[in-house]
Protein backbone atom coordinates (compact mmCIF):
# COMPACT_ATOMS: atom_id res chain seq x y z
CA UNK A 1 0.00 0.00 0.00
CA UNK A 2 3.44 2.54 1.02
CA UNK A 3 4.74 1.42 -1.99
CA UNK A 4 1.66 2.35 -4.49
CA UNK A 5 0.81 5.63 -2.48
CA UNK A 6 4.42 6.61 -3.37
CA UNK A 7 4.37 5.81 -6.69
CA UNK A 8 0.96 7.39 -7.18
CA UNK A 9 2.50 10.40 -5.24
CA UNK A 10 5.50 10.18 -7.95
CA UNK A 11 3.38 10.19 -10.96
CA UNK A 12 1.52 13.58 -10.00
CA UNK A 13 5.17 14.90 -8.91
CA UNK A 14 5.99 14.47 -12.65
CA UNK A 15 3.14 15.59 -14.02
CA UNK A 16 3.37 19.00 -12.20
CA UNK A 17 7.11 19.48 -11.55
CA UNK A 18 7.06 22.01 -15.20
CA UNK A 19 4.71 24.00 -14.45
CA UNK A 20 5.37 24.46 -10.41
CA UNK A 21 6.70 27.70 -10.70
CA UNK A 22 3.57 29.33 -11.75
CA UNK A 23 1.33 27.63 -9.95
CA UNK A 24 2.85 27.83 -6.66
CA UNK A 25 1.45 30.11 -3.72
CA UNK A 26 3.49 33.06 -2.90
CA UNK A 27 6.15 31.60 -0.77
CA UNK A 28 10.03 32.19 -0.67
CA UNK A 29 12.49 30.17 -0.03
CA UNK A 30 14.79 31.10 3.17
CA UNK A 31 18.76 30.69 3.39
CA UNK A 32 19.52 27.46 5.37
CA UNK A 33 23.43 27.59 4.85
CA UNK A 34 25.15 28.83 7.54
CA UNK A 35 28.39 30.24 7.77
CA UNK A 36 30.80 27.64 7.61
CA UNK A 37 32.97 26.89 11.10
CA UNK A 38 35.85 25.71 8.76
CA UNK A 39 37.52 26.89 5.54
CA UNK A 40 36.17 24.71 2.41
CA UNK A 41 38.91 24.39 -0.14
CA UNK A 42 39.16 26.97 -2.66
CA UNK A 43 39.85 24.77 -5.53
CA UNK A 44 37.45 22.17 -6.80
CA UNK A 45 40.44 19.36 -6.54
CA UNK A 46 41.15 16.89 -9.10
CA UNK A 47 38.10 15.23 -10.96
CA UNK A 48 36.47 12.43 -9.57
CA UNK A 49 33.21 9.89 -10.00
CA UNK A 50 30.89 10.32 -7.17
CA UNK A 51 28.68 7.91 -6.32
CA UNK A 52 25.38 9.16 -4.93
CA UNK A 53 22.80 7.04 -3.07
CA UNK A 54 19.55 8.11 -2.34
CA UNK A 55 16.60 6.27 -1.02
CA UNK A 56 13.15 5.20 -3.16
CA UNK A 57 9.92 6.51 -1.02
CA UNK A 58 9.97 10.05 0.29
CA UNK A 59 8.03 12.48 -2.56
CA UNK A 60 8.65 14.71 -3.57
CA UNK A 61 12.53 14.51 -2.43
CA UNK A 62 13.39 11.07 -4.11
CA UNK A 63 11.27 8.48 -5.84
CA UNK A 64 11.56 5.84 -7.98
CA UNK A 65 10.04 7.40 -11.25
CA UNK A 66 7.79 5.57 -14.24
CA UNK A 67 11.06 4.87 -16.04
CA UNK A 68 12.75 3.26 -13.02
CA UNK A 69 15.19 5.91 -12.25
CA UNK A 70 15.14 8.20 -9.42
CA UNK A 71 13.94 11.38 -9.57
CA UNK A 72 13.08 14.18 -7.18
CA UNK A 73 13.93 17.66 -5.48
CA UNK A 74 17.56 15.71 -4.09
CA UNK A 75 18.22 14.08 -7.13
CA UNK A 76 18.48 17.02 -8.86
CA UNK A 77 20.22 18.77 -6.58
CA UNK A 78 22.48 15.70 -6.52
CA UNK A 79 23.37 16.70 -9.92
CA UNK A 80 23.61 20.28 -9.47
CA UNK A 81 26.47 19.84 -7.03
CA UNK A 82 28.52 17.73 -9.07
CA UNK A 83 27.98 20.32 -12.45
CA UNK A 84 28.97 23.00 -9.73
CA UNK A 85 32.43 20.53 -8.32
CA UNK A 86 32.81 19.11 -12.74
CA UNK A 87 32.29 15.85 -11.12
CA UNK A 88 30.98 12.66 -13.03
CA UNK A 89 28.28 11.54 -10.85
CA UNK A 90 26.21 8.05 -10.66
CA UNK A 91 22.84 8.38 -8.62
CA UNK A 92 21.50 4.55 -7.40
CA UNK A 93 18.02 4.36 -4.85
CA UNK A 94 18.65 1.71 -2.44
CA UNK A 95 15.97 0.82 0.29
CA UNK A 96 16.37 3.25 3.67
CA UNK A 97 18.08 1.16 5.53
CA UNK A 98 20.80 -0.22 3.21
CA UNK A 99 21.84 3.45 2.94
CA UNK A 100 24.53 3.65 5.74
CA UNK A 101 26.29 0.24 5.41
CA UNK A 102 26.33 0.78 1.41
CA UNK A 103 28.92 4.22 2.03
CA UNK A 104 30.79 2.89 4.98
CA UNK A 105 31.55 -0.20 2.82
CA UNK A 106 32.58 1.74 -0.29
CA UNK A 107 29.67 1.04 -2.32
CA UNK A 108 29.12 4.69 -2.73
CA UNK A 109 30.50 8.22 -2.01
CA UNK A 110 27.74 9.94 -0.89
CA UNK A 111 24.15 9.86 0.17
CA UNK A 112 21.29 12.19 -0.38
CA UNK A 113 18.07 10.60 1.21
CA UNK A 114 15.91 13.02 3.69
CA UNK A 115 18.73 12.07 6.20
CA UNK A 116 19.31 14.23 10.05
CA UNK A 117 22.10 15.04 11.86
CA UNK A 118 21.14 12.86 14.52
CA UNK A 119 23.88 11.93 16.98
CA UNK A 120 23.70 8.14 15.74
CA UNK A 121 24.40 8.93 12.01
CA UNK A 122 27.06 11.29 13.22
CA UNK A 123 28.73 8.17 14.78
CA UNK A 124 28.85 6.40 11.08
CA UNK A 125 29.29 9.06 8.62
CA UNK A 126 30.89 12.64 8.18
CA UNK A 127 27.75 14.86 7.23
CA UNK A 128 27.52 18.09 5.15
CA UNK A 129 26.36 21.23 6.76
CA UNK A 130 21.97 21.05 6.48
CA UNK A 131 20.35 22.24 3.20
CA UNK A 132 16.88 22.44 3.74
CA UNK A 133 14.38 22.15 6.85
CA UNK A 134 11.15 20.58 7.07
CA UNK A 135 8.68 23.32 8.38
CA UNK A 136 5.42 22.66 10.81
CA UNK A 137 2.58 24.66 9.03
CA UNK A 138 -1.18 25.72 9.99
CA UNK A 139 -4.05 24.61 7.50
CA UNK A 140 -7.76 25.82 7.42
CA UNK A 141 -10.53 25.24 5.59
CA UNK A 142 -10.69 27.78 2.72
CA UNK A 143 -13.95 28.96 3.94
CA UNK A 144 -12.97 29.93 6.96
CA UNK A 145 -9.43 31.53 7.10
CA UNK A 146 -8.49 32.75 10.38
CA UNK A 147 -7.69 36.28 10.06
CA UNK A 148 -4.27 35.57 12.67
CA UNK A 149 -2.26 32.72 13.98
CA UNK A 150 -0.85 33.55 17.57
CA UNK A 151 -1.18 31.60 21.01
CA UNK A 152 -3.82 34.78 21.75
CA UNK A 153 -5.88 34.35 18.43
CA UNK A 154 -5.85 30.63 18.73
CA UNK A 155 -7.07 30.58 21.99
CA UNK A 156 -10.02 27.97 22.25
CA UNK A 157 -9.87 26.60 18.53
CA UNK A 158 -9.87 23.30 18.01
CA UNK A 159 -6.83 22.49 16.33
CA UNK A 160 -6.28 18.63 15.30
CA UNK A 161 -2.70 16.83 15.27
CA UNK A 162 -1.38 14.16 15.58
CA UNK A 163 -1.21 12.33 18.89
CA UNK A 164 2.92 11.67 20.34
CA UNK A 165 4.34 13.82 17.50
CA UNK A 166 6.82 16.38 17.64
CA UNK A 167 4.41 19.30 16.57
CA UNK A 168 1.49 18.06 19.13
CA UNK A 169 4.71 19.22 21.61
CA UNK A 170 5.14 22.31 19.82
CA UNK A 171 1.22 23.17 19.67
CA UNK A 172 1.86 22.44 23.86
CA UNK A 173 4.66 24.61 24.17
CA UNK A 174 4.08 27.67 22.16
CA UNK A 175 -0.21 27.53 22.15
CA UNK A 176 -1.05 26.06 25.15
CA UNK A 177 -4.53 27.69 25.33
CA UNK A 178 -5.57 25.89 22.01
CA UNK A 179 -7.90 23.14 22.38
CA UNK A 180 -5.94 20.34 20.92
CA UNK A 181 -7.54 17.46 19.17
CA UNK A 182 -4.94 14.60 19.44
CA UNK A 183 -5.85 12.18 16.52
CA UNK A 184 -4.16 8.46 15.94
CA UNK A 185 -2.63 9.66 12.61
CA UNK A 186 -2.72 12.16 9.72
CA UNK A 187 -5.55 11.01 7.65
CA UNK A 188 -7.91 11.39 10.77
CA UNK A 189 -6.43 14.65 11.45
CA UNK A 190 -7.08 15.72 7.73
CA UNK A 191 -10.79 14.39 8.67
CA UNK A 192 -11.19 16.52 12.13
CA UNK A 193 -10.34 19.77 9.67
CA UNK A 194 -12.34 18.37 6.45
CA UNK A 195 -15.70 17.37 8.24
CA UNK A 196 -15.40 20.66 10.23
CA UNK A 197 -15.05 18.99 13.96
CA UNK A 198 -11.40 20.76 13.79
CA UNK A 199 -11.20 24.45 13.60
CA UNK A 200 -6.94 24.47 12.14
CA UNK A 201 -4.81 21.33 11.24
CA UNK A 202 -1.40 21.61 12.38
CA UNK A 203 1.90 19.34 10.75
CA UNK A 204 4.47 18.69 8.55
CA UNK A 205 4.80 20.85 6.21
CA UNK A 206 5.73 18.70 3.12
CA UNK A 207 3.31 16.16 3.78
CA UNK A 208 0.34 19.17 3.85
CA UNK A 209 1.61 20.44 1.09
CA UNK A 210 1.18 17.15 -1.26
CA UNK A 211 -2.56 16.64 0.70
CA UNK A 212 -3.61 20.20 0.00
CA UNK A 213 -2.59 20.23 -3.86
CA UNK A 214 -3.88 16.14 -4.07
CA UNK A 215 -7.30 15.31 -4.99
CA UNK A 216 -7.96 13.66 -1.26
CA UNK A 217 -8.46 17.32 0.03
CA UNK A 218 -10.97 18.31 -2.84
CA UNK A 219 -9.39 21.73 -2.58
CA UNK A 220 -10.85 22.30 0.79
CA UNK A 221 -7.65 24.09 2.54
CA UNK A 222 -4.92 26.35 2.27
CA UNK A 223 -1.62 26.78 4.52
CA UNK A 224 -2.02 29.50 7.05
CA UNK A 225 0.21 31.34 9.45
CA UNK A 226 3.72 29.86 9.73
CA UNK A 227 6.30 28.33 8.55
CA UNK A 228 7.50 27.32 11.73
CA UNK A 229 11.34 25.35 11.00
CA UNK A 230 12.00 25.29 14.92
CA UNK A 231 15.34 23.20 15.08
CA UNK A 232 14.54 21.72 19.02
CA UNK A 233 11.24 20.14 17.56
CA UNK A 234 11.40 19.70 14.00
CA UNK A 235 15.38 19.00 13.34
CA UNK A 236 18.16 20.51 12.09
CA UNK A 237 17.33 19.84 8.13
CA UNK A 238 18.42 17.80 5.75
CA UNK A 239 21.87 16.74 5.23
CA UNK A 240 24.41 14.79 2.71
CA UNK A 241 26.22 11.50 4.33
CA UNK A 242 29.77 11.12 3.40
CA UNK A 243 32.28 7.93 4.67
CA UNK A 244 34.14 9.08 7.61
CA UNK A 245 37.32 10.50 7.04
CA UNK A 246 36.03 11.88 3.74
CA UNK A 247 37.13 15.31 4.25
CA UNK A 248 37.95 16.74 1.38
CA UNK A 249 34.60 15.03 -0.15
CA UNK A 250 32.67 16.77 2.40
CA UNK A 251 33.68 20.12 2.26
CA UNK A 252 33.73 20.30 -1.34
CA UNK A 253 29.57 18.71 -1.17
CA UNK A 254 29.38 21.84 1.07
CA UNK A 255 31.16 24.52 -1.12
CA UNK A 256 28.82 23.65 -3.70
CA UNK A 257 25.67 23.35 -1.74
CA UNK A 258 26.52 27.53 -0.48
CA UNK A 259 26.80 28.21 -3.92
CA UNK A 260 23.63 26.47 -5.38
CA UNK A 261 22.10 28.40 -2.85
CA UNK A 262 23.82 32.07 -3.45
CA UNK A 263 22.84 31.59 -7.19
CA UNK A 264 19.27 30.97 -6.57
CA UNK A 265 19.54 27.88 -7.97
CA UNK A 266 18.19 25.93 -4.92
CA UNK A 267 14.92 28.13 -4.87
CA UNK A 268 14.63 27.61 -8.42
CA UNK A 269 14.35 23.75 -7.26
CA UNK A 270 12.23 24.10 -4.67
CA UNK A 271 9.73 25.83 -6.94
CA UNK A 272 9.88 23.02 -9.02
CA UNK A 273 9.20 20.41 -6.53
CA UNK A 274 6.76 22.16 -4.48
CA UNK A 275 3.35 23.15 -6.34
CA UNK A 276 2.19 24.18 -3.22
CA UNK A 277 5.05 26.22 -1.45
CA UNK A 278 5.82 24.78 2.48
CA UNK A 279 7.21 27.97 3.45
Known amino acids: ?44 GPSRVVRFLTASEFPPFQFVGGDGNPAGLNVDLARAICARLNFPCTIQALPWDELPAAVESGRADALIAGMKPTAALRERLDLTRPYFRLPARFVALRDSQPSEISPDALAGKKVAVVQGTAHEAFLKAFFPQAQLMAEADANAARAALREKRADLLFGDGVSLSLWIGGTESAECCSFVGGPYPESRFFGEGMVIAVKK ?19 GAMADLYLRWFPIGIF
Request: proline share 13%; charged share 20%.
Open 1 to 44: MRIALALGLAGLLLALAPAASSAQEASPLPRFRVAPLEPTPAPP
Open 245 to 263: GEVRLRQQLDRALDEIETS
